[in-house]
């Protein structure tokens, strides 16, 4: 078997390839279940009626998808800039934690309060997220490793304060927050659990972080010290200057899914389970499948919103591991950049030896 | 006093060590060959399920191990596949890798998760080495079989990569694979045979956690040590000697601060080897001779007849 390389491929072929990896992937993932004697008709059947035959279904999905979107846009905007920020979830976190504090410590009231914790919110993931590329800019420290630390202090960081300071007064034996003043809750869509202006905030991100990258000096710096730094290093691109700012939005974007997974659906600080399943990891796949490109990341944030609310449904009428999500994710992943060979690669079996 | 501290604190950051060490000599050999692996956590953690598992059943600690190298090699085996043959970006392949481990171990584990092992691996004293003073109580008295065998490891891996032919053909596959396949070495075997082992080692070091430290199986028990192990390659500068040494010091490390407890929040206790990983990178940033360390082609795929 031998791989050689193509020219540049149609639209059509780069949008069936990646579509093709996730039914492979979902294919298998049914295989899976199978193996764990749940029939796969049965399973399909479920998930269908479960999110696609009323609002409240179809909102879960939505409700799965805004963490998802929000984080993968930020990340589809630093992984253009080659920083490999793999630690969304602990940005999503300090978001939480920064929107918890506002709302229960700042005193600010009425209006400003949801504005004053999203600020917080993406302050915190920013800032967090910069730490790592301030340490990736001047000492070319590993951002993989880095980011992923950060992801268990963060953890831990919330244990902390839901055990010891921030532990509520009417929590009794519980590990969470007082409940946030009433201010602090975004509204919901009627009849759903669904907080929608995190829809909205996430498609508006998502088409910010689009404009960002394709239609400034900025985001033309971006792809340049993603794509070849040493060009960018030439033309004059400030590389810690330029990663500091992806770094900011790129985490604040993952804090703004906090700020909404506290706000719209806990309404305290709870455990780092519960805040998280695993959204900022996952956001990762959404990013790739979006092939980084920041307002795509709405829609495989959708698809893998989807993976999430199926694994969801699955867990209640069939009493499936939710576990299984991970692997669905996962295996996504594997099938993606499996496919993703084809598209640069036409393989050529037997033949010449290279 | 301070004898008997600096002694518990010799011994139990060595056993805290073990995993990390196995885990980080593993990748260190992949990484010599240029293939970068960031799915150590998933591999760590299939390896500790599969030790827990053919242990439990075989009552057989040391089958437990086999099994679990195995199993490590298997994943590895897939990265190989898709960062040598397929030329996927390696980091993603990596990150997938975690994924699918991290999930299947918690779907196929969770029938013996809170189960204790009846048979764990034996611990070991060796014989003459352990009168020595302080260094006798420290690492050769009472420590688990499997360390002993990571030392040993480390020690056999510092000769190969240095002193045989094999070795250097595989470091020269990481640092200048066109000349190395021009001078008639099998880039891709190479490769492939390097990440299958950073594989089996990864299991084992899985396997050290379940059969070993904590005879028992807990979901998500590797707790990002693979992450960890993963620094310590960095900050050993690709040496399996100062993987050692980088190992151990953050055993040690963790078992201080552990000492801690009561004077902090546990808490605060649980993200110290996480902040230790990050000031341990920054550390070796700093020494910048360190960063010569790493193989010239790293992360790369490589292409016949493409610069």
């Known amino acids: 078997m031998r791989l050689v390389p193509r020219g540049p491929v149609g639209p059509a072929l780069s949008l069936l390839v990646p579509l093709f990896s996730v039914l492979l992937a979902f294919a298998a993932s049914l295989l899976l279940l199978a193996l764990f004697g749940t029939s796969p008709r049965e399973a399909a059947v479920a998930v269908y009626q479960g999110l696609f035959t009323d609002l409240r279904g179809f909102s879960e999905l939505l409700r799965r998808a805004v963490p998802l979107v929000l984080a993968g846009a930020g990340l589809a905007l630093a992984f253009r800039a080659q920083f490999w920020n793999i630690g969304a979830e602990g940005q999503l976190l300090l978001g939480a934690v920064a929107a918890a504090g506002v709302a229960l410590f700042s005193g600010i009231e009425g209006g400003w309060l949801l504005p004053a914790m999203a600020l917080a919110a993406f302050l915190a993931g920013g800032l967090w997220a910069l730490l790592a590329a301030v340490l990736k800019a001047r000492l070319e420290v590993n951002d993989v490793i880095t980011t992923l630390m950060l992801n268990y202090v963060a953890v831990y960081l919330v244990e902390w304060l839901i055990h010891g300071p921030w532990k509520g007064k009417t929590a009794f034996g519980f590990a969470y927050t007082d409940r946030f003043p009433e201010a602090a809750s975004l509204p919901l869509f009627p009849g759903t659990a669904l907080a929608w202006p995190g829809v909205v905030l996430a498609v508006l991100l998502a088409g910010f972080f689009a404009w960002l990258l394709f239609a400034t000096t900025f985001g033309f710096e971006v792809r340049v010290l993603g794509e070849n730094p040493e060009a960018a290093r030439y033309a004059g691109v400030r590389a810690t200057v330029t990663l500091s700012l992806v770094a900011l939005f790129s985490g604040g974007a993952a804090g703004l899914a906090g700020f909404v997974e506290v706000a719209g659906t806990h309404h305290k600080l709870l455990s780092p389970l519960q805040i998280s399943l695993g959204y900022g990891y996952t956001a990762i796949i959404v990013a790739w499948l979006a092939r980084n490109h920041p307002l795509l990341a709405v829609l495989t944030g959708l698809l893998i919103g989807f993976v999430f609310a199926a694994g969801d449904v699955l867990k209640v009428a069939l009493m499936v591991p939710f576990q299984l999500v991970e692997v669905v994710n996962g295996l996504v992943l594997f099938f993606l950049i499996a496919g993703e060979v084809f598209l640069r690669y036409r393989v050529v079996f037997g033949g010449r030896r290279g | ?307």
């Open chain 2, 1 to 307: 006093m301070v004898e008997d501290w600096l002694v518990a604190t010799l011994a139990r950051g060595l056993a805290f060590a073990a995993p990390l060490l196995f885990a980080a000599l593993g990748e260190l050999v992949a990484e010599r060959s240029g293939v970068i692996n960031l799915g150590v956590e998933g591999m760590m953690i299939l390896g500790a399920l599969m030790a827990f598992v053919v242990a439990d059943a075989s009552a057989s600690p040391w089958l437990g191990v086999l099994a679990a190298a195995g199993v490590g090699a298997l994943a590895a085996l897939l990265h190989a596949f898709f960062a040598v043959t397929l030329r996927a970006n390696q980091y993603v392949s990596g990150l997938a890798l975690t994924m699918v481990g991290l999930g299947l171990s918690g779907l196929f584990g969770r029938a013996y998760a809170g189960k204790p092992l009846a048979h764990p691996l034996p611990k070991w004293d060796v014989p003459l080495l352990k009168e020595l003073p302080w260094i006798g109580p420290g690492v050769f008295e009472g420590q688990s079989a499997l360390l002993y065998l990571g030392l040993l490891l480390a020690l056999g891996l510092s000769v190969f990569l240095h002193q045989t032919r094999p070795g250097i053909h595989l470091r020269s596959v990481g640092e200048n694979p066109a000349a190395a396949d021009a001078l008639g070495v099998n880039v891709y075997l190479v490769r492939y045979l390097a990440v299958v082992f950073g594989g089996a080692m990864a299991g084992v070091a899985g396997a050290y956690l379940s059969v070993a430290y904590r005879p028992s199986w807990t979901e998500g028990m590797t707790a990002g040590m693979g992450w960890i192990a993963l620094a310590i390659v960095i900050f050993a500068a690709w040496e399996p000697l100062r993987a050692v040494l980088a190992a151990f010091l953050f055993g040690a490390f963790y078992h201080l601060a552990y000492r801690f407890q009561g004077v902090l929040p546990p808490e605060f206790l649980k993200m110290t080897p996480y902040l230790f990983t990050i000031l341990f990178l920054v550390l070796s940033a700093l020494g910048k001779s360190v960063r010569l360390g790493a193989p010239e082609a790293l992360g790369r795929p490589y292409v016949r007849g493409e610069r």
